[in-house]
């Protein structure tokens, strides 16, 4: 084996110290010196190596706070990009809404100068009228005066008597004066002008009648053949007020992207899968007219129809008072008949802090409905009770309030609103008492939304179920099976601050049950857009029937509408506020 050999030391003098010691070549100055030279070389290689370490570190955190205020104005920039995009657009927002505003301030001002120049016309009309009077009653007074004078003349003789005094005058002064000289031929001859003035004058008596003045009485004439009338012209809403898209498949899709879609159609296709016209389709809206009205004990904010033997009518007020009717199945025009009445929590209505129902359905066997206290609007309790009023099982509390639910027994479910979650969710419908507990405790979610559609109102036929979503005001129509949408329906007059889709979509009668019809064509109920706060006595509301295209076929218009429902012979039923505790039931047809 090979021995390691140590390496060969140098004893030398320093190169730096001039001392004779082990040498050794320093790497930093490539000199031969010694162990105590070296380490100084060492301390100040590592001082500068430290203080250039320093610099760079220096350097290092400069830059880094450079690229952090970097990092800060670049967010701040965004932000203020962010923020002037939305103010741009909340500019072009607010333009517009002034464009809307200006149009409508010159429009009124418009109508004011219109409504100046009928006042104008009015005092023209009257001034000539009076005019008008004035002169043929002058003329009628004119005509009066002259048949008097005429009449006087022939009745007073004055000239006559004025002739005949003269005549007598003379002859007296002959009479007694015997020396008075007097033309006996002139004389006779103004005598005889006298006779034969009597004479002539009583022929004109006996021939001339003697006229007397009346004033026959005024014609019925009514003011305004004279002074014109006047009339109020109202802008009538055009038709259609809804818009309805349809969800096209793959194959009209394609067809649409490969142009085999005829040219001289009118649509439109968008990128969100709907076909909406260019042009609306106006058509004539028939008006529903009242058939009958009946009392009932409160407001009938809940109307439902139940099929057994025969078509009974619930209608059931907010504090759950209810009137039981039994509605005839073949003839709309027939009142019905009232059964009994109950309420579903006895005291209720007197309560100082009473249960204020949500929500109320019907099916065989029970009457179903959601309440709360009116301090506690974010929970919400579910009631069971069979057709006679009375409980069936425990309470269910739910701790989220529960904005509708829908009795389906098609599907043998109950659908629900959670306006917490935004979703729409079912349970299993229970057919007994012992099934309450366990089919409430469970449910199923359908379909979860996002934050921004809020689903107010539902309703379901055989195979599908439509959700009003209260922002958008648009009912769109989902597959219960496949939870697909399959059609949308748009409220265009709440953009048009008219009216807005709200509390009610409707709702058919098919059998026992409350749904769709199956041709999707439906009923709905919209009120009078408000402003915020306000709290007027009544409101405005427009019930619309629509058919399976989304047009509107007929229409009914009323105020104070709660309840809706659609009775077995297609007429529309409608619970109606008449006072502050009580109401109507009307239908029309």
Excluded at 86 to 110: C, G, P, W
Excluded at 330 to 348: A, C, D, Y
Aim: charged content about 25%.
């Amino acid at each position: 084996m090979t021995a390691n050999h140590r390496p060969l030391s140098i004893i030398a003098r320093c190169a730096l110290c001039s001392i004779k010691a082990e040498l050794f070549v320093c790497s930093h100055c490539d000199k031969v010196i010694c162990q105590i030279c070296l380490d100084k070389h060492q301390l100040q290689v590592n001082e500068i190596l430290k203080e250039q370490w320093g610099l760079c570190k220096t350097k290092y955190l400069n830059l880094y706070h450079l690229s952090e205020q970097w990092g800060l104005c670049k967010t701040k920039y965004l932000n203020l990009y962010h923020l002037s995009d939305n103010h741009a657009k909340e500019m072009v927002n607010v333009e517009n809404e002034m464009d809307r505003i200006r149009l409508l301030v010159n429009q009124r001002y418009t109508d004011l100068n219109e409504m100046d120049r009928i006042r104008l016309l009015v005092n023209q009309r009257y001034t000539d009228l009076v005019n008008l009077i004035e002169n043929e009653k002058n003329n009628v007074l004119n005509n009066i005066e002259e048949n008097i004078q005429l009449n006087s003349s022939n009745v007073k003789h004055t000239d006559l008597q004025h002739l005949f005094d003269s005549i007598g005058q003379r002859l007296n002064n002959i009479f007694e004066d015997p020396n008075a000289s007097y033309d006996t031929e002139d004389f006779l001859l103004e005598i005889n002008h006298f006779n034969t003035l009597m004479k002539t004058r009583e022929k004109q008596i006996q021939t001339s009648s003697f006229k007397y003045p009346s004033l026959s009485p005024m014609k019925p004439t009514s003011i305004s053949d004279i002074f014109g009338e006047l009339q109020w012209n109202i802008a009538r809403m055009s038709n259609p007020i809804l818009t309805r898209s349809s969800i096209i498949d793959s194959r009209s899709l394609n067809s649409k992207l490969n142009g085999s879609m005829s040219s001289e159609t009118n649509d439109e296709f968008h990128e969100d899968g709907t076909i909406t016209s260019e042009k609306p389709t106006s058509m004539s809206v028939m008006q529903r007219q009242k058939q009958w009205t009946l009392d009932a004990a409160g407001v009938p904010h809940f109307l439902c129809i139940l099929s057994k033997k025969n078509h009974l009518l619930f209608a059931c007020d907010k504090y759950g008072s209810i009137d039981l009717y039994q509605l005839d199945s073949n003839e709309p025009r027939i009142t019905p008949r009232h059964l009994r009445q109950f309420e579903l929590f006895p005291g209720n209505t007197t309560s100082p802090q009473p249960l204020i129902i949500e929500t109320f359905t019907v099916y065989t066997p029970f009457i179903v409905v959601s309440a709360h206290l009116n301090d506690q609007a974010d929970t919400s309790s579910i009631y069971f009770f069979d057709h006679r009023g009375l409980k069936q099982a425990d309470t269910c509390l739910q701790n989220f309030p529960v904005r509708q639910l829908s009795a389906d027994v098609s599907c043998k479910c109950l659908w629900g609103i959670d306006r917490h979650q935004h979703l729409v969710y079912y349970n299993q419908l229970p057919m007994n008492v012992q099934q309450i507990p366990n089919c409430i405790e469970h449910r199923e979610d359908f379909i979860k939304f996002t934050r921004n559609f809020e689903p107010i109102r539902i309703a379901q036929n055989q195979t599908s179920i439509a959700i009003i979503e209260r922002n958008s005001q648009r009912a769109q129509l989902f597959d219960k099976r496949t939870k697909k949408k399959i059609d949308e329906v748009e409220n265009l007059l709440r953009s048009k601050g008219i009216f807005r889709l709200w509390n009610v979509l409707v709702i058919g009668v098919v059998g026992p049950r409350m749904m769709l019809r199956d041709d999707n064509s439906m009923v709905l109920k919209l009120d009078e857009e408000l402003p915020p706060n306000s709290r007027p006595p009544s409101i405005n509301h427009l019930i619309l029937e629509l058919d399976s295209q989304g047009l509107p076929v007929s229409q009914i218009e009323r105020i104070s509408v709660y309840g809706l429902v659609l009775g077995p012979n297609q007429e529309i039923l409608l619970g109606c506020k008449k006072h502050q505790q009580n109401g109507l039931i009307e239908c029309y047809i």
